[in-house]
């Protein structure tokens, strides 16, 4: 009797032992399924996203896809800004950025005293100023850059008459004022004189409020003449201060009196470090640039002036890479 009942006892663990192994062997056949399956998924996925498992290189597709429409959108703007010049020449008017300054002639470009800045907490600040903004092809041109560039519109006009228009869809923006230059002929309409009277220029700045209404700073247009006219600059600063409106000298003559004036109604000189496109080549325009970078780095802030000009957008497209070595800003934030 004990030994049928040692067999029987041998037998039924054996059973238990093979029902184990059973089991257990089960289990691995369905993780494996389960992991066969979950890698054919993924790897079905990934074709449809455009890439393999094998192959993880072309997941960065679809952002070289959006960078060639970029570069297309550029193009396009730029080949309008392009159109818009040529009928500026057909008209006579200026071809080159050489306008605003005394004469034209660099040499003579007024020099900007600056302290060194030995301590700059985060990056320096490069605000760069779009003057003579007065077409919807610029204002496109300009923004399909995605760079922050601080547009200054032109007061409206037979020739431009649209400028409030487009400003007012714009969140920040300048106003480009012209004002009465010693040398240069295509004079603007309604150009700021330096006869004008306090009741004519606070006349004026109404207007320029009027069609500007967030209006918060003004460069000069030209006026080397008026700049440098310290009555005249003392009845532009008080009707601006008075219109809460603040003057940044674009310094078109070395003998601007913009500096003693603000001193004197207790505001801060704030003017032009950089001109991008003096000359309109691409190759200046793009060591320009270089130019006002080093003024940032070297000051802490700095400010340059270019013009929407084909040339002067593609540099400026040209050098996203080497305008991160800044914080480039709307001139606001300086």
Do not use: C
């Not at 067999?7 to 993780?31: G, H, R, T």
């Not at 077409?135 to 431009?160: N, Y």
């Not at 606070?202 to 006219?229: A, C, D, M, Q």
Request: hydrophobic share 40%; aromatic share 8%.
């Amino acid at each position: 009797m004990r030994k049928k009942s040692k067999k029987k006892s041998s037998a039924s663990s054996s059973s238990k032992v093979l029902s184990y192994i059973a089991w257990a062997l089960a289990l691995v056949a369905l993780s494996m399924g389960m992991f066969i399956i979950g890698y054919y998924l993924g790897y079905e996925s990934g074709k449809v996203e455009g890439y393999s498992v094998k192959s993880k290189e072309k997941r960065h597709l679809p952002a070289i896809k959006k960078s060639s429409k970029e570069k297309e959108d550029v193009k396009q703007r730029l080949k309008q800004v392009l159109k818009q010049e040529k009928k500026k020449i057909k008209k006579e008017a200026y071809v080159s950025a050489s306008h605003e300054l005394d004469g034209g002639v660099l040499a003579k470009e007024p020099k900007l005293e600056r302290k060194d800045v030995v301590h700059v907490s985060g990056k320096p600040k490069l605000a760069i100023i779009i003057d003579d903004v007065g077409t919807s092809s610029q204002v496109k041109a300009i923004k399909s850059l995605h760079l922050p560039l601080t547009m200054s519109f032109l007061p409206p006009s037979k020739s431009r008459p649209n400028t409030a228009k487009l400003a007012a869809h714009e969140n920040f923006y300048m106003v480009h004022l012209p004002m009465e230059a010693k040398n240069w002929s295509a004079e603007e309409p309604n150009t700021l004189r330096i006869h004008d009277s306090q009741q004519a220029v606070l006349r004026r700045i109404k207007e320029i409020k009027k069609w500007f209404p967030r209006v918060h700073y003004i460069n000069n247009h030209t006026g080397s003449k008026f700049t440098s006219n310290e009555t005249a600059m003392n009845r532009l600063i008080y009707a601006l201060k008075k219109n809460h409106i603040f003057f940044i000298d674009s310094r078109t003559t070395a003998e601007t009196k913009a500096p003693k004036v603000m001193e004197n109604f207790g505001l801060k000189y704030v003017a032009r470090d950089v001109f991008l496109d003096h000359h309109m080549d691409k190759a200046y325009v793009l060591q320009q640039i270089k130019k006002a970078i080093e003024v940032a780095k070297k000051h802490g802030t700095a400010i340059a002036i270019g013009h929407p000009h084909k040339n002067t957008l593609r540099a400026l497209y040209e050098s996203k890479a080497i305008l991160k070595g800044v914080d480039l800003v709307l001139v606001n934030r300086l």
